[in-house]
């Protein structure tokens, strides 16, 4: 079988240590504040990125320092790897993947990549899936086909609570955010492969109550059960991230439900008390992240 090295990045919500424990190398995505670029998890914090949202700080967000990618992809070359297994952030959200493929030629690395069109808890386990089937002696084909299925089921909808702040970064125009606070509308925005990883508006609603009774009933109707993955994220906001992964529970009672904090990657762009939940079908295989005793489930 080829030497084959698997690399992710932080959009996952680890650190590079925390993914060199389970023989997966990762990339951090940057971070800017002000005139000055940070490494994620290495150089700011999350606690960093929740005080500057609280001042209304501007951040801005980006894929690796390209340095980097070529730096790892050298290193892996000359430690004897002949390809490059890669799950990062999707290609919707970044350009990590093209970058990534770009430096695995340049340094003769034959390079697999794969666009799990969202990012967080399904980008973690598409990579830790596809190790575990590579060092089982399955084939990349059987490998892309399992995660292609895994990443098809999935769905993140993203409820944000301030309009004013995605405007304030670029994500939204000045006329819809003020539209939008005048007539205090909800928009319900969602990520996964039919947006093709890009952030898309599924409706908008007056009230949050409302906007989260309406993502309940398109998780409901993209068959999620009790065998799925549930996830509510939140950008500090934990007691409400509580209320609403009580409301999910009561609609799908055998099922259990995380809450973790956004990963920034996405939390920056959305700005605070921001409610997220992803969903998807681990095909069979339990989700290995997020399991220790500091994760509330519901």
């Known amino acids: 079988m080829m030497k084959l090295a698997f690399v992710t990045d932080s959009g996952t919500g680890f650190s590079q240590a925390f993914w060199k ?43 690796p320092s390209l340095g980097k990618i070529e730096d790892l992809f050298e290193q892996l070359k000359k430690g004897g790897y002949e390809g490059v297994f890669a799950v990062p952030i999707c290609k919707g959200l970044s350009g990590t993947l093209d970058a990534m493929e770009s430096a695995a030629r340049q340094v ?44 098809g089921s999935c769905d993140t909808i993203l409820l944000v609570d301030d309009l004013q702040h995605m405007r304030r970064g ?61 996830t509510v994220a939140h950008v500090d906001s934990a007691a409400a991230a509580e209320a609403y992964a009580q409301k999910i529970k009561a609609a799908f009672p055998g099922a259990t439900i995380r809450i973790i904090d956004l990963v920034s990657a996405v939390g920056i762009h959305t700005g605070l008390n921001c409610l997220a939940v992803q969903v998807f079908d681990p095909e069979g295989n339990p989700v290995e992240v997020y399991q220790d005793d500091s994760v509330k489930k519901i």
């Not at 424990?21 to 995505?29: A, C, D, M, T, W």
């Not at 690395?109 to 808890?121: E, I, N, P």
């Open 108 to 151: 003769g690395l034959t390079f697999y990549g794969f666009d799990t069109y969202s990012t967080a808890v399904l980008q973690s386990h598409c990579i830790l899936t596809a190790k575990k089937m590579y060092e089982e002696g399955k084939s990349i084909e059987e490998i892309f086909e399992e995660l292609e299925k895994i990443a």
């Open 21 to 63: 424990e389970r023989g997966i190398y990762s990339l951090p995505l940057q971070i800017t504040v002000g005139d000055h670029t940070y490494d994620e998890f290495e150089e700011i914090f999350y606690d960093q990125v929740i005080d500057n949202l609280h001042k209304q700080t501007l951040m801005k967000t980006s894929l």
């Open 170 to 230: 670029g994500r939204l125009t000045a006329t819809a955010a003020a539209l939008g606070g005048l007539l205090k509308i909800k928009p319900i925005l969602h990520v996964n492969k039919d947006t093709d990883g890009r952030v898309d508006v599924v409706e908008k609603v007056r009230t949050m109550s409302r906007a989260q009774d309406r993502v309940i009933d398109r998780v409901k109707a993209l068959g999620a059960n009790n065998h799925y993955d549930f």
